[in-house]
Protein backbone atom coordinates (compact mmCIF):
# COMPACT_ATOMS: atom_id res chain seq x y z
CA UNK A 1 0.00 0.00 0.00
CA UNK A 2 1.37 2.97 -0.74
CA UNK A 3 1.71 6.04 1.69
CA UNK A 4 1.07 9.96 1.14
CA UNK A 5 0.57 13.06 3.41
CA UNK A 6 -3.16 14.57 2.77
CA UNK A 7 -2.88 17.67 1.36
CA UNK A 8 -4.60 19.96 4.04
CA UNK A 9 -6.61 21.93 1.57
CA UNK A 10 -8.23 19.31 0.18
CA UNK A 11 -9.14 16.91 2.98
CA UNK A 12 -12.74 17.49 3.32
CA UNK A 13 -12.93 17.92 -0.35
CA UNK A 14 -11.28 14.20 -1.34
CA UNK A 15 -14.19 12.92 1.72
CA UNK A 16 -16.90 14.40 -0.47
CA UNK A 17 -15.70 13.60 -3.64
CA UNK A 18 -14.48 9.72 -3.01
CA UNK A 19 -17.62 9.24 -0.70
CA UNK A 20 -18.09 5.35 0.54
CA UNK A 21 -15.49 4.34 -2.07
CA UNK A 22 -12.40 5.43 0.35
CA UNK A 23 -11.70 4.90 4.10
CA UNK A 24 -8.59 7.24 5.01
CA UNK A 25 -6.67 5.99 7.82
CA UNK A 26 -3.10 6.88 9.24
CA UNK A 27 -1.30 4.70 6.23
CA UNK A 28 -3.06 6.38 2.85
CA UNK A 29 -6.25 5.69 0.89
CA UNK A 30 -7.79 1.61 0.82
CA UNK A 31 -10.58 1.16 -1.27
CA UNK A 32 -13.78 0.36 1.10
CA UNK A 33 -16.60 -1.31 -1.15
CA UNK A 34 -17.41 -2.42 -4.47
CA UNK A 35 -20.23 -0.30 -5.24
CA UNK A 36 -21.23 -0.24 -9.06
CA UNK A 37 -21.58 4.05 -9.28
CA UNK A 38 -23.56 4.96 -11.84
CA UNK A 39 -21.56 6.61 -15.12
CA UNK A 40 -22.61 10.22 -16.96
CA UNK A 41 -25.22 8.22 -18.88
CA UNK A 42 -25.84 5.32 -16.75
CA UNK A 43 -28.02 3.65 -19.64
CA UNK A 44 -25.51 3.91 -22.08
CA UNK A 45 -21.99 3.65 -20.47
CA UNK A 46 -20.65 0.37 -18.94
CA UNK A 47 -17.86 0.82 -16.06
CA UNK A 48 -14.60 -0.54 -15.80
CA UNK A 49 -14.36 -4.19 -15.84
CA UNK A 50 -12.04 -4.00 -12.73
CA UNK A 51 -11.40 -1.91 -9.58
CA UNK A 52 -7.75 -2.21 -8.53
CA UNK A 53 -7.77 -2.63 -4.11
CA UNK A 54 -5.33 0.33 -4.63
CA UNK A 55 -4.52 4.14 -3.47
CA UNK A 56 -2.65 5.28 -6.48
CA UNK A 57 -5.93 7.07 -8.28
CA UNK A 58 -6.83 9.42 -4.69
CA UNK A 59 -3.04 10.36 -4.55
CA UNK A 60 -3.11 10.75 -8.03
CA UNK A 61 -6.20 13.32 -7.50
CA UNK A 62 -4.04 14.73 -4.21
CA UNK A 63 -1.31 15.62 -6.50
CA UNK A 64 -3.44 17.09 -9.21
CA UNK A 65 -5.33 19.58 -6.49
CA UNK A 66 -1.85 20.93 -5.43
CA UNK A 67 -0.45 21.48 -8.33
CA UNK A 68 -3.83 23.77 -9.70
CA UNK A 69 -5.16 25.05 -6.46
CA UNK A 70 -0.50 26.11 -4.90
CA UNK A 71 0.66 26.93 -8.44
CA UNK A 72 -1.71 28.05 -11.08
CA UNK A 73 -3.15 31.03 -11.09
CA UNK A 74 -6.13 31.03 -12.69
CA UNK A 75 -6.65 34.94 -13.59
CA UNK A 76 -3.26 34.78 -15.53
CA UNK A 77 -3.72 31.30 -16.87
CA UNK A 78 -0.11 30.28 -15.75
CA UNK A 79 1.84 28.53 -13.51
CA UNK A 80 3.77 31.73 -12.54
CA UNK A 81 6.60 30.57 -11.52
CA UNK A 82 7.25 27.97 -14.51
CA UNK A 83 9.37 29.14 -17.55
CA UNK A 84 7.80 28.93 -20.89
CA UNK A 85 8.87 25.27 -21.99
CA UNK A 86 8.39 23.92 -18.30
CA UNK A 87 4.93 25.44 -18.24
CA UNK A 88 4.02 23.73 -21.43
CA UNK A 89 5.30 20.45 -20.00
CA UNK A 90 3.24 21.03 -16.74
CA UNK A 91 -0.06 21.45 -19.42
CA UNK A 92 0.86 18.56 -21.07
CA UNK A 93 0.35 16.61 -17.60
CA UNK A 94 -2.74 18.09 -16.73
CA UNK A 95 -4.35 17.10 -19.87
CA UNK A 96 -2.75 13.21 -19.39
CA UNK A 97 -4.38 13.26 -15.75
CA UNK A 98 -7.84 14.28 -17.34
CA UNK A 99 -7.90 11.44 -19.73
CA UNK A 100 -7.00 9.30 -16.86
CA UNK A 101 -9.58 10.63 -15.12
CA UNK A 102 -12.12 10.52 -17.35
CA UNK A 103 -11.14 6.74 -17.62
CA UNK A 104 -11.72 6.65 -13.88
CA UNK A 105 -15.36 7.50 -13.73
CA UNK A 106 -16.89 4.21 -12.25
CA UNK A 107 -14.52 4.93 -8.85
CA UNK A 108 -16.21 8.58 -8.15
CA UNK A 109 -19.24 8.83 -5.90
CA UNK A 110 -21.33 9.47 -8.93
CA UNK A 111 -20.94 10.93 -12.41
CA UNK A 112 -21.23 14.32 -11.39
CA UNK A 113 -19.04 14.45 -9.24
CA UNK A 114 -16.70 13.21 -11.90
CA UNK A 115 -17.63 15.39 -14.43
CA UNK A 116 -17.05 18.37 -12.35
CA UNK A 117 -13.73 17.26 -11.70
CA UNK A 118 -13.07 17.28 -15.02
CA UNK A 119 -14.40 20.38 -15.99
CA UNK A 120 -12.73 22.24 -13.33
CA UNK A 121 -9.30 21.15 -14.41
CA UNK A 122 -10.31 21.47 -18.00
CA UNK A 123 -11.48 25.10 -17.58
CA UNK A 124 -7.99 25.80 -16.20
CA UNK A 125 -6.20 24.01 -19.11
CA UNK A 126 -8.43 26.53 -21.56
CA UNK A 127 -7.50 29.00 -19.27
CA UNK A 128 -3.88 28.34 -19.75
CA UNK A 129 -4.02 28.39 -24.03
CA UNK A 130 -4.26 32.54 -23.13
CA UNK A 131 -1.59 32.40 -20.57
CA UNK A 132 0.95 30.74 -22.76
CA UNK A 133 3.41 33.19 -24.09
CA UNK A 134 3.09 32.25 -27.80
CA UNK A 135 4.53 35.09 -29.16
CA UNK A 136 7.98 34.96 -26.77
CA UNK A 137 8.20 30.98 -27.52
CA UNK A 138 8.29 32.07 -31.48
CA UNK A 139 11.58 33.33 -30.67
CA UNK A 140 13.10 30.61 -28.75
CA UNK A 141 15.40 27.26 -29.37
CA UNK A 142 12.94 24.63 -31.53
CA UNK A 143 13.12 21.95 -28.30
CA UNK A 144 10.83 24.84 -26.55
CA UNK A 145 8.38 25.07 -29.47
CA UNK A 146 8.06 21.02 -29.87
CA UNK A 147 6.93 21.14 -26.29
CA UNK A 148 4.17 23.08 -27.02
CA UNK A 149 3.26 21.08 -29.58
CA UNK A 150 3.17 18.05 -27.79
CA UNK A 151 0.99 19.60 -25.11
CA UNK A 152 -1.90 20.99 -27.23
CA UNK A 153 -1.78 17.71 -29.07
CA UNK A 154 -1.87 15.60 -25.55
CA UNK A 155 -4.94 18.20 -25.04
CA UNK A 156 -6.93 17.17 -28.02
CA UNK A 157 -6.51 13.33 -27.17
CA UNK A 158 -8.14 14.07 -23.78
CA UNK A 159 -10.69 15.95 -25.86
CA UNK A 160 -11.16 13.17 -27.94
CA UNK A 161 -11.25 10.29 -25.38
CA UNK A 162 -13.55 12.30 -23.17
CA UNK A 163 -16.23 12.90 -25.64
CA UNK A 164 -15.90 9.25 -26.67
CA UNK A 165 -16.22 7.60 -23.98
CA UNK A 166 -19.29 9.95 -22.19
CA UNK A 167 -20.85 11.59 -24.71
CA UNK A 168 -20.99 9.29 -28.08
CA UNK A 169 -23.88 7.88 -27.86
CA UNK A 170 -25.75 10.98 -25.96
CA UNK A 171 -27.61 12.48 -28.71
CA UNK A 172 -30.31 14.14 -26.58
CA UNK A 173 -27.33 16.08 -24.71
CA UNK A 174 -25.20 16.84 -27.82
CA UNK A 175 -21.55 16.58 -27.99
CA UNK A 176 -19.39 17.69 -25.20
CA UNK A 177 -18.81 21.50 -25.14
CA UNK A 178 -14.90 20.88 -24.86
CA UNK A 179 -14.76 20.03 -28.73
CA UNK A 180 -15.09 23.78 -29.09
CA UNK A 181 -11.41 23.86 -28.41
CA UNK A 182 -9.97 21.75 -30.82
CA UNK A 183 -9.38 23.99 -33.66
CA UNK A 184 -7.61 26.82 -31.40
CA UNK A 185 -5.76 23.61 -29.98
CA UNK A 186 -4.81 22.06 -33.42
CA UNK A 187 -3.97 25.42 -34.84
CA UNK A 188 -1.01 26.22 -32.42
CA UNK A 189 0.19 22.97 -32.22
CA UNK A 190 0.54 23.70 -36.40
CA UNK A 191 2.28 26.57 -36.27
CA UNK A 192 5.10 25.51 -34.20
CA UNK A 193 5.80 21.93 -35.35
CA UNK A 194 6.45 24.60 -38.60
CA UNK A 195 8.11 26.78 -36.99
CA UNK A 196 10.07 23.94 -35.09
CA UNK A 197 10.88 22.46 -38.56
CA UNK A 198 12.85 24.92 -39.76
CA UNK A 199 15.66 23.54 -37.32
CA UNK A 200 16.18 20.83 -39.14
CA UNK A 201 19.46 20.76 -41.14
CA UNK A 202 21.29 18.84 -43.50
CA UNK A 203 24.39 20.56 -44.10
CA UNK A 204 25.80 19.42 -40.81
CA UNK A 205 26.29 15.88 -40.18
CA UNK A 206 24.19 14.47 -42.38
CA UNK A 207 20.74 15.63 -41.28
CA UNK A 208 18.94 15.97 -37.20
CA UNK A 209 17.62 19.04 -35.79
CA UNK A 210 19.36 21.90 -34.70
CA UNK A 211 18.82 22.71 -30.99
CA UNK A 212 18.77 26.40 -30.89
CA UNK A 213 19.43 29.28 -34.21
CA UNK A 214 20.78 31.34 -31.05
CA UNK A 215 23.95 29.01 -30.49
CA UNK A 216 26.76 27.61 -32.64
CA UNK A 217 25.49 24.03 -33.95
CA UNK A 218 24.23 21.49 -31.66
CA UNK A 219 22.35 18.49 -32.22
CA UNK A 220 21.22 17.20 -29.24
CA UNK A 221 19.01 14.52 -28.37
CA UNK A 222 16.49 16.07 -26.89
CA UNK A 223 15.22 18.50 -29.73
CA UNK A 224 16.12 15.49 -32.11
CA UNK A 225 13.47 13.16 -29.87
CA UNK A 226 11.17 15.58 -29.72
CA UNK A 227 11.06 16.46 -33.68
CA UNK A 228 10.39 12.88 -33.86
CA UNK A 229 7.28 12.61 -31.10
CA UNK A 230 6.04 15.86 -32.18
CA UNK A 231 5.94 14.72 -36.20
CA UNK A 232 4.28 11.17 -35.21
CA UNK A 233 2.12 12.74 -33.11
CA UNK A 234 0.87 15.36 -35.76
CA UNK A 235 0.43 12.48 -38.03
CA UNK A 236 -1.24 10.64 -35.67
CA UNK A 237 -3.40 13.00 -33.96
CA UNK A 238 -3.97 16.39 -35.49
CA UNK A 239 -7.47 17.16 -36.72
CA UNK A 240 -6.21 19.52 -39.74
CA UNK A 241 -6.28 23.13 -39.26
CA UNK A 242 -8.26 25.67 -41.87
CA UNK A 243 -6.93 29.04 -40.10
CA UNK A 244 -4.72 30.24 -42.61
CA UNK A 245 -3.45 32.98 -39.64
CA UNK A 246 -0.85 33.97 -38.42
CA UNK A 247 1.82 33.20 -40.80
CA UNK A 248 3.75 35.64 -40.91
CA UNK A 249 6.95 36.43 -38.29
CA UNK A 250 9.89 37.96 -37.66
CA UNK A 251 12.36 35.98 -39.42
CA UNK A 252 12.20 34.42 -43.05
CA UNK A 253 13.22 31.32 -41.46
CA UNK A 254 9.76 30.94 -40.18
CA UNK A 255 7.91 30.63 -43.25
CA UNK A 256 5.41 28.17 -43.01
CA UNK A 257 6.63 25.39 -45.80
CA UNK A 258 3.02 23.92 -46.47
CA UNK A 259 -0.35 25.94 -45.56
CA UNK A 260 -2.71 22.94 -46.13
CA UNK A 261 -2.91 22.09 -42.79
CA UNK A 262 -4.68 18.64 -43.51
CA UNK A 263 -4.87 15.75 -41.00
CA UNK A 264 -2.95 12.96 -41.64
CA UNK A 265 -0.24 14.50 -44.22
CA UNK A 266 2.33 12.26 -44.70
CA UNK A 267 5.05 14.72 -44.61
CA UNK A 268 4.78 14.29 -40.69
CA UNK A 269 5.09 10.51 -41.31
CA UNK A 270 8.21 11.37 -43.25
CA UNK A 271 9.57 13.33 -41.08
CA UNK A 272 9.39 11.16 -38.12
CA UNK A 273 10.87 8.00 -40.04
CA UNK A 274 13.61 10.04 -41.12
CA UNK A 275 14.58 11.94 -38.05
CA UNK A 276 14.05 8.69 -36.69
CA UNK A 277 16.90 6.79 -38.99
CA UNK A 278 19.21 9.26 -38.66
CA UNK A 279 19.26 9.51 -34.68
CA UNK A 280 19.51 5.69 -34.65
CA UNK A 281 23.05 6.38 -37.04
CA UNK A 282 23.96 9.34 -35.02
CA UNK A 283 26.05 7.16 -32.32
CA UNK A 284 24.23 9.35 -30.02
CA UNK A 285 24.25 6.29 -26.90
CA UNK A 286 26.84 5.10 -24.63
CA UNK A 287 27.95 1.79 -23.32
CA UNK A 288 25.06 1.76 -20.87
CA UNK A 289 22.68 2.19 -24.21
CA UNK A 290 21.45 5.64 -22.49
CA UNK A 291 21.50 8.59 -25.00
CA UNK A 292 23.94 10.99 -24.36
CA UNK A 293 22.83 15.30 -24.64
CA UNK A 294 24.57 15.70 -27.71
CA UNK A 295 27.32 16.68 -30.61
CA UNK A 296 29.03 19.35 -31.83
CA UNK A 297 30.71 20.26 -35.14
CA UNK A 298 35.10 20.63 -33.78
CA UNK A 299 36.23 23.73 -35.66
CA UNK A 300 33.07 25.36 -36.36
CA UNK A 301 32.68 29.03 -37.22
CA UNK A 302 29.99 31.09 -38.95
CA UNK A 303 32.64 33.13 -40.45
CA UNK A 304 34.79 29.62 -42.18
CA UNK A 305 31.01 28.40 -42.97
CA UNK A 306 29.77 31.77 -44.48
CA UNK A 307 32.88 31.49 -46.82
CA UNK A 308 32.14 27.20 -47.20
CA UNK A 309 35.58 27.28 -46.06
CA UNK A 310 34.87 24.29 -42.90
CA UNK A 311 36.51 21.52 -43.66
CA UNK A 312 34.62 19.49 -40.84
CA UNK A 313 30.77 18.78 -41.31
CA UNK A 314 30.65 15.89 -39.22
CA UNK A 315 29.07 15.87 -35.56
CA UNK A 316 32.22 14.58 -33.73
CA UNK A 317 32.45 16.40 -30.36
CA UNK A 318 30.23 14.49 -28.09
CA UNK A 319 28.76 15.60 -24.84
CA UNK A 320 28.31 13.04 -22.82
CA UNK A 321 26.30 14.10 -20.27
CA UNK A 322 23.12 11.94 -19.84
CA UNK A 323 19.83 13.23 -18.30
CA UNK A 324 16.65 11.46 -17.61
CA UNK A 325 14.16 13.06 -20.09
CA UNK A 326 16.75 11.97 -23.11
CA UNK A 327 15.81 8.41 -22.42
CA UNK A 328 12.11 9.35 -22.16
CA UNK A 329 10.62 11.52 -25.16
CA UNK A 330 11.75 9.01 -27.94
CA UNK A 331 9.29 6.53 -26.50
CA UNK A 332 6.19 8.07 -27.23
CA UNK A 333 7.74 8.71 -31.21
CA UNK A 334 9.02 4.65 -31.23
CA UNK A 335 4.75 3.80 -29.79
CA UNK A 336 3.46 6.30 -32.87
CA UNK A 337 5.64 4.87 -35.68
CA UNK A 338 4.66 1.26 -34.64
CA UNK A 339 0.78 2.65 -34.67
CA UNK A 340 1.62 4.12 -38.24
CA UNK A 341 3.66 1.74 -39.80
CA UNK A 342 2.80 -1.74 -38.20
CA UNK A 343 6.94 -2.42 -37.73
CA UNK A 344 7.34 -3.82 -34.76
CA UNK A 345 11.12 -2.76 -34.35
CA UNK A 346 10.02 0.59 -33.00
CA UNK A 347 8.87 -1.25 -29.48
CA UNK A 348 11.57 -3.38 -29.74
CA UNK A 349 13.85 -0.47 -29.19
CA UNK A 350 11.74 1.17 -27.46
CA UNK A 351 11.97 -1.76 -24.75
CA UNK A 352 15.43 -2.25 -25.17
CA UNK A 353 15.84 1.52 -24.14
CA UNK A 354 13.23 1.28 -20.84
CA UNK A 355 15.26 -2.04 -19.70
CA UNK A 356 18.78 0.07 -20.33
CA UNK A 357 17.13 2.74 -18.01
CA UNK A 358 16.02 0.56 -15.54
CA UNK A 359 19.40 -1.27 -15.19
CA UNK A 360 20.77 2.07 -14.83
CA UNK A 361 19.26 2.94 -11.77
CA UNK A 362 20.47 -0.35 -10.23
CA UNK A 363 17.35 -2.20 -10.79
CA UNK A 364 17.33 -5.66 -11.48
CA UNK A 365 14.47 -6.65 -13.91
CA UNK A 366 14.10 -10.14 -13.71
CA UNK A 367 14.48 -10.30 -9.51
CA UNK A 368 12.04 -7.03 -9.07
CA UNK A 369 14.59 -5.41 -6.52
CA UNK A 370 17.61 -3.21 -6.42
CA UNK A 371 21.31 -4.74 -6.52
CA UNK A 372 22.26 -2.89 -3.87
CA UNK A 373 21.24 -4.98 -0.82
CA UNK A 374 20.28 -1.45 1.69
CA UNK A 375 18.34 -2.52 4.55
CA UNK A 376 16.12 1.08 4.54
CA UNK A 377 14.54 1.40 7.70
CA UNK A 378 18.07 1.11 9.64
CA UNK A 379 19.61 3.85 7.11
CA UNK A 380 21.77 5.80 8.73
CA UNK A 381 21.99 8.72 6.12
CA UNK A 382 25.55 8.45 5.67
CA UNK A 383 25.81 6.31 2.46
CA UNK A 384 23.79 6.17 -0.19
CA UNK A 385 23.78 3.06 -3.18
CA UNK A 386 25.99 2.70 -5.95
CA UNK A 387 25.84 5.43 -9.05
CA UNK A 388 24.56 3.47 -11.95
CA UNK A 389 24.58 6.26 -14.57
CA UNK A 390 20.96 7.25 -14.02
CA UNK A 391 20.54 6.41 -10.26
CA UNK A 392 20.89 4.61 -7.52
CA UNK A 393 19.23 1.49 -5.10
CA UNK A 394 16.34 0.87 -8.20
CA UNK A 395 15.93 5.28 -8.37
CA UNK A 396 15.54 7.33 -11.13
CA UNK A 397 17.76 10.17 -10.26
CA UNK A 398 19.89 13.32 -11.81
CA UNK A 399 23.12 13.72 -10.97
CA UNK A 400 22.09 17.13 -9.44
CA UNK A 401 19.80 14.95 -7.52
CA UNK A 402 21.94 14.41 -4.21
CA UNK A 403 24.21 17.61 -4.27
CA UNK A 404 21.31 19.08 -4.25
CA UNK A 405 22.19 21.74 -7.30
CA UNK A 406 19.29 20.83 -9.78
CA UNK A 407 18.52 23.39 -12.01
CA UNK A 408 14.58 24.34 -13.33
CA UNK A 409 15.09 22.31 -16.23
CA UNK A 410 16.62 19.31 -14.33
CA UNK A 411 13.44 19.54 -11.88
CA UNK A 412 11.20 18.69 -15.06
CA UNK A 413 13.24 15.70 -16.61
CA UNK A 414 12.15 12.87 -14.15
CA UNK A 415 8.46 13.41 -14.75
CA UNK A 416 9.04 13.86 -18.60
CA UNK A 417 10.48 10.11 -18.83
CA UNK A 418 7.66 9.39 -16.98
CA UNK A 419 5.06 10.67 -18.66
CA UNK A 420 6.97 8.98 -21.85
CA UNK A 421 6.62 5.71 -20.32
CA UNK A 422 3.21 5.59 -20.10
CA UNK A 423 2.42 6.37 -23.30
CA UNK A 424 4.51 3.98 -24.48
CA UNK A 425 3.13 1.25 -22.90
CA UNK A 426 -1.05 2.47 -23.10
CA UNK A 427 -2.45 -0.87 -24.58
CA UNK A 428 -1.93 -1.09 -28.50
CA UNK A 429 -4.96 -0.60 -30.71
CA UNK A 430 -6.46 -4.05 -32.31
CA UNK A 431 -6.37 -2.50 -35.40
CA UNK A 432 -3.87 0.35 -37.41
CA UNK A 433 -4.70 2.26 -40.80
CA UNK A 434 -1.94 2.17 -42.54
CA UNK A 435 -1.17 4.28 -45.71
CA UNK A 436 -5.02 4.30 -45.70
CA UNK A 437 -5.65 1.23 -45.51
CA UNK A 438 -7.11 -0.61 -42.33
CA UNK A 439 -5.43 -3.50 -40.63
CA UNK A 440 -7.97 -5.75 -38.39
CA UNK A 441 -6.41 -7.72 -35.32
CA UNK A 442 -6.57 -10.86 -37.07
CA UNK A 443 -4.87 -9.43 -40.30
CA UNK A 444 -1.10 -10.02 -40.68
CA UNK A 445 0.57 -7.28 -40.75
CA UNK A 446 3.88 -8.85 -42.55
CA UNK A 447 7.53 -9.31 -40.92
CA UNK A 448 7.23 -10.00 -38.09
CA UNK A 449 3.81 -11.25 -36.57
CA UNK A 450 0.14 -10.10 -36.67
CA UNK A 451 -1.33 -7.03 -34.92
CA UNK A 452 -2.49 -9.10 -32.20
CA UNK A 453 0.71 -11.17 -31.03
CA UNK A 454 2.35 -8.05 -31.07
CA UNK A 455 -0.29 -6.62 -28.58
CA UNK A 456 0.12 -8.88 -26.04
CA UNK A 457 4.05 -9.51 -26.49
CA UNK A 458 4.01 -5.39 -25.51
CA UNK A 459 1.86 -6.06 -22.77
CA UNK A 460 3.92 -8.68 -21.07
CA UNK A 461 6.86 -6.49 -21.88
CA UNK A 462 5.24 -3.46 -19.99
CA UNK A 463 4.54 -5.42 -16.62
CA UNK A 464 8.18 -6.40 -16.33
CA UNK A 465 8.53 -2.91 -15.22
CA UNK A 466 6.07 -2.79 -12.74
CA UNK A 467 7.71 -3.47 -9.43
CA UNK A 468 10.41 -0.49 -10.72
CA UNK A 469 7.45 1.88 -11.40
CA UNK A 470 6.14 0.97 -8.25
CA UNK A 471 9.47 1.16 -6.53
CA UNK A 472 10.07 4.82 -7.72
CA UNK A 473 6.46 5.71 -6.91
CA UNK A 474 6.50 4.75 -3.15
CA UNK A 475 9.94 6.91 -3.40
CA UNK A 476 8.36 9.82 -4.80
CA UNK A 477 5.85 9.71 -2.37
CA UNK A 478 8.51 9.75 0.85
CA UNK A 479 9.46 13.02 -0.38
CA UNK A 480 5.77 14.29 0.09
CA UNK A 481 5.80 17.43 2.64
CA UNK A 482 2.73 18.02 4.95
CA UNK A 483 1.46 20.64 2.26
CA UNK A 484 1.40 17.74 -0.25
CA UNK A 485 4.32 18.66 -2.22
CA UNK A 486 6.75 16.87 -3.97
CA UNK A 487 10.38 16.77 -3.34
CA UNK A 488 12.94 16.41 -6.60
CA UNK A 489 15.95 13.95 -5.02
CA UNK A 490 12.99 10.41 -4.51
CA UNK A 491 16.20 8.76 -3.34
CA UNK A 492 16.83 11.12 -0.42
CA UNK A 493 17.20 9.18 2.64
CA UNK A 494 14.83 9.59 5.16
CA UNK A 495 14.90 11.11 8.56
CA UNK A 496 17.70 12.69 8.08
CA UNK A 497 18.76 16.50 7.39
CA UNK A 498 22.69 15.54 6.78
CA UNK A 499 23.98 15.54 3.27
CA UNK A 500 25.19 12.07 2.68
CA UNK A 501 28.40 11.54 0.47
CA UNK A 502 26.96 11.55 -3.14
CA UNK A 503 29.45 9.23 -5.41
CA UNK A 504 28.20 10.80 -8.98
CA UNK A 505 31.39 9.95 -11.56
CA UNK A 506 30.66 11.80 -14.38
CA UNK A 507 32.66 11.24 -17.66
CA UNK A 508 35.15 13.96 -18.34
CA UNK A 509 33.63 15.00 -22.01
CA UNK A 510 30.05 15.86 -19.97
CA UNK A 511 29.31 19.11 -19.93
CA UNK A 512 25.91 19.75 -17.53
CA UNK A 513 25.24 23.22 -18.96
CA UNK A 514 21.39 22.15 -18.49
CA UNK A 515 22.43 23.15 -14.34
CA UNK A 516 25.28 24.81 -14.68
CA UNK A 517 24.28 27.17 -17.77
CA UNK A 518 25.35 27.61 -20.83
CA UNK A 519 29.17 28.16 -21.99
CA UNK A 520 30.40 31.16 -23.57
CA UNK A 521 31.89 29.31 -26.28
CA UNK A 522 28.30 27.45 -26.92
CA UNK A 523 26.95 31.15 -28.15
CA UNK A 524 26.79 32.56 -31.13
CA UNK A 525 27.40 36.73 -30.26
CA UNK A 526 26.15 37.41 -33.76
CA UNK A 527 22.33 35.37 -32.96
CA UNK A 528 21.91 35.89 -29.25
CA UNK A 529 20.60 38.98 -28.70
CA UNK A 530 18.76 37.84 -25.14
CA UNK A 531 19.10 36.16 -22.04
CA UNK A 532 18.41 32.46 -23.20
CA UNK A 533 17.33 31.25 -19.66
CA UNK A 534 20.90 29.74 -19.09
CA UNK A 535 20.09 29.01 -15.25
CA UNK A 536 23.47 29.91 -14.11
CA UNK A 537 21.78 32.35 -11.95
CA UNK A 538 19.13 29.48 -10.74
CA UNK A 539 21.48 27.55 -8.64
CA UNK A 540 23.58 30.12 -7.25
CA UNK A 541 24.20 28.46 -3.83
CA UNK A 542 22.09 25.33 -4.53
CA UNK A 543 24.68 23.01 -3.50
CA UNK A 544 24.82 24.80 0.34
CA UNK A 545 21.56 23.18 2.02
CA UNK A 546 22.94 24.58 5.37
CA UNK A 547 20.31 24.29 8.27
CA UNK A 548 17.91 22.77 6.08
CA UNK A 549 15.76 20.08 8.21
CA UNK A 550 14.59 18.15 4.61
CA UNK A 551 16.94 17.01 1.81
CA UNK A 552 14.31 18.77 -0.22
CA UNK A 553 14.58 22.17 0.69
CA UNK A 554 17.52 22.35 -0.46
CA UNK A 555 18.20 24.40 -3.69
CA UNK A 556 15.19 25.56 -5.23
CA UNK A 557 13.11 23.26 -3.16
CA UNK A 558 10.08 22.17 -4.03
CA UNK A 559 8.43 23.74 -7.25
CA UNK A 560 5.90 23.21 -9.69
CA UNK A 561 8.40 21.33 -11.74
CA UNK A 562 8.74 18.50 -9.19
CA UNK A 563 5.00 18.31 -8.54
CA UNK A 564 4.72 17.51 -11.78
CA UNK A 565 7.18 14.86 -11.39
CA UNK A 566 5.42 13.10 -8.53
CA UNK A 567 2.12 13.65 -11.04
CA UNK A 568 3.81 11.43 -13.87
CA UNK A 569 5.30 8.56 -11.36
CA UNK A 570 1.69 8.44 -10.06
CA UNK A 571 0.06 8.29 -13.30
CA UNK A 572 2.80 5.23 -14.67
CA UNK A 573 1.93 3.24 -11.86
CA UNK A 574 -1.94 3.59 -12.26
CA UNK A 575 -2.00 3.42 -15.95
CA UNK A 576 0.45 0.57 -16.38
CA UNK A 577 0.65 -1.33 -12.98
CA UNK A 578 -2.64 -0.80 -11.14
CA UNK A 579 -5.35 -0.52 -13.60
CA UNK A 580 -4.10 -3.94 -15.36
CA UNK A 581 -4.52 -6.20 -12.07
Request: one cysteine or more; glycine letters at 8%.
Amino acid sequence: MLVTTRHHQIGFALLWLWGTFFAIGSSGYVLDQEEIQKPLFADEQKPLPSKPDTGTLPALLDALDVLQVDYFAIWQGIWPTSIDWTSAVIGTYLSAGLSTLSTSFPKFTSSKNAENVVNKYFSQLSASYFGQDAFALRQEAYDDMLWVVLGWLESIKFIRLHSEEHYAEAEKAGSWYGEEWIPAFAHRARIFWELASQGWDTELCDGGMIWSPYLIPYKNAITNELYIAASISMYLYFPGDDNSSPFEFSSPNFAIADDSGRARDPKYLAAAIEAYRWLLDSNMTDAKGLFVDGYHISGWSRERAGKNQTENTRCDARNEMVYTYNQGVLLSGQRGLYEATGARSYLEDGHQLVSDVIAATGWDLKRGDSFDILDEPKWSGSKLGKWYGLGRSGILEEACDAPGYCSQDSQTFKGIFFHHLTLFCARLPDHLVLDGVFVGKDVGTGDPDNIEEVRKWHDEQCARYGSWIKHNAKAALATVNTEGRFGMWWGAPPHTSSVPDADVNLPAEAVDYRNHGVPQQWKNKERYPRDMQDRSDDIAGNSAGFGTRDLNDRGRGRTVETQGGGISVLRALWEIVDTRR
